[in-house]
């Protein structure tokens, strides 16, 4: 909720660190409305990831000398941040993967296969990304699990009226903590009660989550979390998955290699400690690095701020977009914007998002067109793709107002 | 809007709103591929009716944006009462002015791009625009390649 006197956020301050927004970008001032794609990234984050090549490169934990120790150091101070920015409880519950997708892949591919039999259930959402889709479907090819779908209700909000039934049986529920087409908030903590209490375990997809809202694990109380780095002013090629450590002590490990290991033999292998029992490879260090200045960015806005900033921009935009095109226009999601997250797709007239996407490029507004890895829900909604327009810290209410008159040369090419 | 013009030149519009050949045919006799733009979701179905090596019916079907469904009806309108070896060149006439040079690993490696078969393109040349946005290419070609399967069917 908006707290009446409390600031939110000074986004021309906040643009000023984003150097994509100093010059034009293919000759026009850059509107971008497609951080649910990927955020744009702050000075603070690329000095970070220059600095550690320039000042502390080298392979982690690997040798004795300082400069492995040092690189060691920073991706390490890195992942102390992850847990404090989402409550964690320890660093070591925080494992690297390569993007959230991948993290998504972990449970499926390490947890599913060793506790899903023949016959028990995963619970999904309609709304799901592909990402938490399709590794369920490939497991349930493989293993013959049943997949079970909670649909979606009134308002864009999903329909938990019968989440017993679909619970009942059930041995994990993973859904999507913000819904990257709708904005759509489930009510996690709600939905995990409900799942623990059927002896089933939670996870989420936080991809759009963690970077919009202030996120305590506590009080969501769910088993697994997945998100992505570069959503929340982080670089591409890290994500994180977060899951409480009895699990994840139980869990056997994924991909097998340099640095997951303990000893190994000709005859076979022992895993590592936490988290690197699940960190094979090199991993990506000056992008996990980056990781960390980003959240050392969004802490000094502070997320509660973040938060409000989004609502606030959110009813902005909801209620200028209806006031200018009225009935022309349908954005699809909740339509109370303490309810949803700042992400809209949204139909105009008759004109086909692609179009749409082209026409709004030709004002320099940037809003991602199509199905936004999210077919199911695009069946749901009877579209076969859509235009998507999202906000963050640096937007404020000229982006708006820009991509709301840029509507209407699409109205002036394709009025039929 | 300065620009668009190349891209939603009129005879491209006119065809996204009154598309040519709308529609199915019985198949068989006539052959049918559906062809899907994955990034986008884009879809061309096309049926296309063989009779002596010459296209005697052609129909289209699905939905997408207007650069899908405009190529696939001027398509259509294109190839309709045409022999397969005129089609073919005008496939590869369409995806060469596109850019699109299909070439095997073979080729040699002079960097000297094959010539593009020389027949009248008609309307088809409105396309033309198309180049200048690379992602919407998929789009303008979704249709030939789908004929191109539903030949193969």
Same mark, same amino acid.
């Given at each position: 909720?908006?707290? $009446?006197?409390?600031?939110?956020?000074?986004?021309?301050?906040?643009?000023?660190? *984003? !150097?994509? *927004?100093?010059?034009?970008?293919?000759?026009?001032?850059?509107?971008?409305?497609?951080?649910?794609? #990927?955020?744009?990234?702050?000075?603070?984050?690329?000095?970070?990831?220059?600095?550690?090549?320039?000042?502390? @490169?080298?392979?982690?934990?690997?040798?004795?000398?300082?400069?492995?120790?040092?690189?060691?150091?920073?991706?390490?101070?890195?992942?102390?941040?992850?847990?404090?920015?989402?409550?964690?409880?320890?660093?070591?519950?925080?494992?690297? #993967?390569?993007?959230?997708t991948e993290a998504i892949n972990l449970i499926a591919a390490s947890w599913g296969r060793a506790n899903l039999q023949r016959g028990d259930a995963v619970v999904l959402t309609v709304i799901e990304h592909h990402a938490n889709i399709v590794p369920w479907h490939m497991l349930a090819a493989e293993r013959g699990i049943e997949l079970r779908f909670i649909g979606i209700g009134e308002d864009g909000h999903l329909d938990l009226s019968n989440l017993d039934?679909?619970?009942?049986?059930? =041995?994990?529920?993973?859904?999507?903590?913000?819904?990257?087409?709708?904005?759509?908030?489930?009510?996690?903590? &709600?939905?995990?009660?409900?799942?623990? $209490?059927?002896?089933?375990?939670?996870?989420?997809? $936080?991809?759009?989550?963690? !970077?919009?809202?202030?996120?305590?694990?506590?009080?969501?109380?769910?088993?697994?979390?997945? *998100?992505?780095?570069? =959503?929340?002013?982080?670089?591409?090629?890290?994500?994180?998955?977060?899951?409480? &450590?009895?699990?994840?002590?139980?869990?056997? !490990?994924?991909?097998?290699?340099?640095?997951?290991?303990? @000893?190994?033999?000709?005859?076979?292998? #022992?895993?590592?400690?936490? !988290?690197?029992?699940?960190?094979?490879?090199?991993?990506?260090? $000056?992008?996990?690095?980056?990781?960390?200045?980003?959240?050392?960015?969004?802490?000094?806005?502070?997320?509660?701020?973040?938060?409000?900033?989004?609502?606030e921009l959110t009813a902005y935009f909801l209620r200028t977009i209806k006031e200018r095109h009225g009935d022309d226009v349908t954005v699809h999601g909740p339509s109370e914007p303490s309810e949803r997250g700042g992400v809209f797709s949204f139909e105009y007239k008759d004109v086909h998002p692609h179009d749409l996407s082209q026409v709004l490029d030709e004002h320099g507004v940037n809003v991602r067109a199509g199905h936004h890895c999210a077919k199911p829900l695009m069946k749901e909604l009877g579209v076969g793709a859509t235009a998507r327009a999202s906000l963050y810290i640096y937007n404020d209410e000229s982006d708006v107002d820009r991509l709301v008159e840029a509507l209407d040369d699409a109205s002036d090419l394709f009025s039929f | 809007m300065a620009g668009l013009e190349d891209l939603y030149k009129e005879i491209v519009i006119d065809h996204y709103r009154s598309p040519r050949n709308r529609g199915e045919l019985e198949t068989p006799p006539a052959q049918h591929a559906e062809g899907l733009n994955p990034l986008c979701g884009d879809e061309v179905h096309v049926y296309v009716q063989v009779e002596d090596n010459v296209i005697t019916d052609i129909a289209i079907g699905g939905q997408g944006c207007s650069i899908s469904q405009a190529s696939a009806s001027m398509m259509s309108a294109a190839i309709k009462g045409k022999s397969l070896d005129e089609v073919g060149e005008l496939s590869t006439a369409v995806k060469s002015m596109m850019s699109i040079h299909e070439q095997s690993l073979e080729d040699d490696d002079s960097g000297v791009l094959p010539e593009p078969p020389d027949v009248e393109l008609g309307d088809l040349e409105a396309l033309k625009g198309v180049v200048k946005y690379p992602v919407r290419i998929k789009c303008a070609t979704l249709g030939w390649n789908t004929l191109a399967e539903a030949l193969q069917s």
């Open positions: 909720m908006t707290d $009446a006197g409390q600031p939110s956020l000074d986004t021309a301050a906040v643009r000023a660190d *984003f !150097p994509i *927004f100093d010059g034009p970008v293919n000759g026009r001032d850059l509107i971008y409305l497609d951080s649910s794609g #990927t955020s744009q990234k702050p000075r603070q984050v690329l000095q970070a990831m220059d600095s550690f090549y320039v000042e502390a @490169n080298a392979n982690v934990h690997r040798g004795a000398y300082y400069l492995s120790d040092q690189a060691s150091r920073r991706m390490e101070s890195a992942r102390t941040k992850v847990a404090r920015f989402i409550g964690a409880s320890e660093p070591e519950e925080v494992i690297f #993967t390569k993007n959230a039934t679909l619970l009942d049986g059930a =041995k994990l529920v993973s859904f999507t903590a913000m819904s990257n087409v709708l904005g759509t908030l489930p009510p996690i903590a &709600r939905i995990a009660e409900a799942a623990h $209490a059927a002896g089933a375990l939670v996870a989420i997809d $936080a991809c759009q989550y963690v !970077p919009h809202l202030p996120t305590r694990l506590a009080d969501l109380g769910v088993d697994f979390m997945a *998100f992505s780095g570069h =959503k929340m002013c982080g670089p591409t090629g890290v994500g994180v998955l977060w899951a409480r &450590r009895e699990i994840l002590e139980a869990m056997p !490990p994924f991909l097998g290699g340099g640095g997951m290991i303990s @000893n190994v033999t000709l005859e076979g292998f #022992t895993t590592a400690e936490l !988290p690197h029992k699940f960190e094979a490879g090199t991993p990506p260090i $000056a992008e996990i690095v980056g990781l960390g200045a980003a959240i050392d960015y969004l802490d000094g806005l502070g997320m509660d701020a973040v938060r409000r900033h989004e609502i | -």
